[in-house]
């Protein structure tokens, strides 16, 4: 079946410090992938994505590269600020077929920046 | 900004119990979904919901689980008789087309004793 692999985390950075949070996935068929990001106490939000083969989803500094070859589409940002910790969501949606939205998730990463 | 609302944001219940957890979506929104996030595991997909029925659902989502939209802003998913192993956080999201993104709620933490 269909299955998001995140890195083992957690991930403790200094701040400016480069980041990089791996996403490998399995998918029938062309899924669009997505990074979620949940800040303490809120919901989900997300936080960029991608539909196709080599698109690059980017928001708020970060940035990721849908890569079909590796199928990867790792999480990374340059300079990380104490106001990005938080817990990042790698996830995929199937498109098309019986596919109704439903979200794949990946386990997780935890990332605290320190000042 | 809309949001999606979840109430309670803690429920405590002992095993066996029914209990109902409630989501208002964003009110333009047509699809609704629950997810659950059992505690150092993934956020699974547990059901959505279009046109006042159930569109997909998960394995989990078998008979002691149903979802409900009793009014024109309230999305609700019970439990009718929980168990141990429901101890988990509930996200409940909802999109405008199934295709377009997902807005989260901020989860209720359902522990079952």
């Known amino acids: 079946g269909d299955s998001v692999t995140q890195m083992e985390g957690p991930v403790t950075l200094s701040e400016e410090a480069f980041l990089t949070i791996n996403c490998t996935y399995t998918a029938t068929g062309y899924p669009s992938l997505f990074w979620y990001v949940q800040y303490p106490g809120e919901g989900l939000q997300l936080l960029l994505k991608?539909?196709?083969?080599?698109d690059k989803g980017s928001n708020k500094g970060f940035e990721a590269t849908y890569r079909k070859e590796t199928t990867s589409f790792h999480l990374e940002k340059g300079s990380v600020q104490v106001s990005d910790s938080a817990v990042y969501f790698c996830a995929l949606r199937l498109a098309g077929g019986t596919s109704y939205g439903k979200l794949t998730f990946g386990q997780g990463t935890i990332l605290t920046v320190h000042p | 900004e809309p949001e999606v609302t979840q109430t309670p944001s803690h429920q405590v219940t002992q095993m066996g119990q029914e209990v109902i957890l409630r989501c208002v979506p964003i009110?333009?929104?047509?699809?609704f979904y629950w997810y659950r996030q059992i505690l150092g595991q993934k956020v699974e997909f547990l059901v959505s919901?279009?046109?006042?029925?159930?569109?997909?659902k998960s394995e989990i989502f078998d008979d002691q689980f149903s979802v409900e939209r009793p009014d024109g802003s309230n999305f609700t998913l019970k439990i009718r008789s929980t168990k141990l192993e429901d101890s988990a956080m509930y996200f409940c999201?909802?999109?405008?087309?199934?295709?377009?993104?997902?807005?989260f709620g901020p989860g209720t933490r359902l522990t079952v004793l």
């Open positions: 009110s333009n929104h047509l699809y």
């Open positions: 999201a909802s999109s405008q087309v199934q295709t377009n993104e997902q807005f």
């Open positions: 991608a539909t196709k083969a080599d």
């Open positions: 919901f279009y046109n006042n029925e159930i569109s997909e």
